[in-house]
């Protein structure tokens, strides 16, 4: 039997081959503390704290159907990942995840109630070891 949580690890480029700008960083929170001081959400395998990038993704394609081009990216780390500069100033910067894991999931935000009016849809959390610069961005850097 396949677990509810599975995690299916794939490349970085598999999920965005165009790349991603990163817009930034900021702690997950765990709605179950919240208001109770220390309330960032922490991985249920090893305790570290989750962070939530937002990024922009590239894909010309994307957003295409009504979705966003946005889309955030866990990382289990125990400090905030920082972001690398950017290589064209006045733009955010491009970056790559390694360690890239996918987990699927009911997004069933835009169902409402009735079976024909439900519009949910299938949705990938995705989660990441390590943020660093896109190897794109690098090579135009050097």
């Known amino acids: 039997m396949v677990p509810n949580s599975i995690k299916v690890p794939v490349p970085w480029d598999y999920v965005a081959p165009h790349g991603v700008l990163c817009l930034g960083v900021e702690p997950a929170t765990d709605f179950d503390k919240r208001g109770q001081g220390d309330d960032q959400l922490r991985d249920k395998e090893t305790g570290e704290r989750i962070w939530l990038v937002r990024v922009l993704d590239l894909d010309p394609e994307a957003g295409k159907f009504g979705g966003s081009k946005e889309f955030k990216v866990k990382v289990a780390a125990a400090q905030q990942p920082v972001p690398p500069a950017s290589a064209v100033p006045?733009?955010?910067?491009?970056?790559?995840?390694?360690?890239?894991?996918?987990?699927?999931?009911?997004?069933?935000?835009?169902?409402?109630?009735?079976?024909?009016?439900?519009?949910?849809?299938?949705?990938?959390?995705?989660?990441?070891?390590?943020m660093s610069a896109s190897q794109a961005s690098r090579a135009k850097a050097a």
């Open 90 to 130: 006045g733009y955010p910067p491009m970056v790559e995840f390694s360690d890239v894991t996918l987990t699927p999931y009911v997004d069933s935000q835009k169902c409402k109630g009735a079976a024909a009016k439900c519009r949910s849809r299938l949705a990938w959390s995705v989660r990441a070891g390590g």
